[in-house]
């Protein structure tokens, strides 16, 4: 039987930023609008990665959509841990500043600042809620999806 947290894939990849002392990139399918009024979104990251703690000591975080030009660079991402490897050189792609100074990444189809309103733990998850701050879009492009077979494909 599959694990049943597949049962609702195929689900949009995102790219989540964050800054601490230093700044990284985490892939993350578990991304997801909240509310409307004010614009909240969630994104759910085991405490065992280097993003969690930079967005639980920091406050902040970035979500970026990732297109599929950038599947290399999220695959590299995801294989990578941000506590030995610079992300953002390891992928060539740029950072953009905006209201929050967690980067932004140049190259998404868009990038939303989030200031971070509150943290439940769900588990062996921690679900960050985020109010939006600030949106940037760039571009219309085929958004990534992860497959319960964990391939990636542009819907």
Known sequence: MEKPHKLLYPQRVCLITAKAEEENIMPASWCFPLSMNPLMYGVSIAKSRHTYSMIHSSKKFTINLAGESMKKGMLLCGSTSGRE????SLTGWEKEYGKTGVPM?????????CEL???????DHVLFIGKAVNIVKRKDEKGLYETKERDF???
């Open 117 to 123: 309103e509150d943290e439940i733990e769900t588990g």
């Open 153 to 155: 494909i542009s819907l």
């Open 85 to 88: 490897e610079d992300k953002f």
């Open 105 to 113: 990444i140049k190259e998404s189809m868009l990038s939303i600042e």
